[in-house]
């Protein structure tokens, strides 16, 4: 989006263009993205407009739901000098709508006085939309990704607790050796690992569980590694 800020600032020879977003609990406009140094410096400068503020014309279009224009700022009442952007004579905010609900404002500004027409607001209302519906993907995308890892941590966890519990309630020792040479098996406590053995986990829906491990001489060792990470 800092791209597209970018963008859109060379294509509309425009001085300056950044997006306010609605901050969580909805009482401020958070600059998050800006054209350009200046924006980059806003950005850490965390700056924010209350929804309430009567002089700001980003808060006005958010409230209004409708596209504000200042062709004069430096005689609009109550308008405050940028020290980023010096040369600000014109502005333009578009309120950033998604279904019924406004996430934000995206707000372009000229250098020229009197830069900006109805024609203006119709064009940038257009790339509103898409800006306010690429941030809506992404937020989604983001959002449906963390409940997903918290979803596999949990069933892990389910995972361990329930093969845990089988483990215990089993009365035979919990490690297994064959020899295939003598076709002989035997439980044993404890099972020791020698240099040539390979060993693949054994897991279910991302929780180990136990282990396999195998040793044979003279075995192909990746043929030996596909077919034990097959039966495990």
Request: proline share 3%; hydrophobic share 40%; aromatic share 6%.
């Amino acid at each position: 989006l800092v791209n597209v800020m970018d963008v859109i600032k060379e294509n509309f020879n425009l001085y300056h263009a950044h997006i306010y977003e609605v901050n969580d609990i909805g009482t401020e406009l958070v600059l998050t993205y800006g054209s350009g140094e200046a924006g980059r410096k806003m950005r850490r400068e965390g700056r924010t407009i209350a929804l309430t503020n009567e002089k700001s014309l980003v808060a006005r279009a958010l409230r209004t739901k409708s596209g504000v224009i200042e062709n004069d700022l430096q005689s609009a009442p109550g308008f405050l000098a940028n020290p980023h952007l010096p040369d600000s004579r014109s502005s333009l905010a578009i309120p950033m709508i998604v279904g019924e609900d406004v996430i934000g404002v995206f707000n372009v500004q000229s250098s020229n006085a009197n830069h900006f027409s109805e024609e203006d607001i119709r064009i940038q209302t257009t790339i509103a939309n898409q800006i306010s519906l690429a941030l809506q993907n992404v937020k989604a995308f983001f959002t449906s990704e963390a409940a997903l890892r918290e979803l596999n941590v949990v069933t892990r966890q389910l995972t361990q607790e329930g093969w845990g519990k089988i483990a215990q309630e089993q009365s035979k020792p919990q490690a297994y050796r064959y020899d295939l040479h003598s076709g002989e098996s035997m439980e044993s406590i404890e099972v020791e690992r020698d240099d040539d053995q390979f060993v693949q986990p054994i897991s279910v829906r991302g929780a180990a569980i136990g282990e396999l491990g195998l040793t044979l001489a003279d075995a192909d060792e990746e043929e030996m590694e596909e077919v034990v990470k097959a039966v495990a």
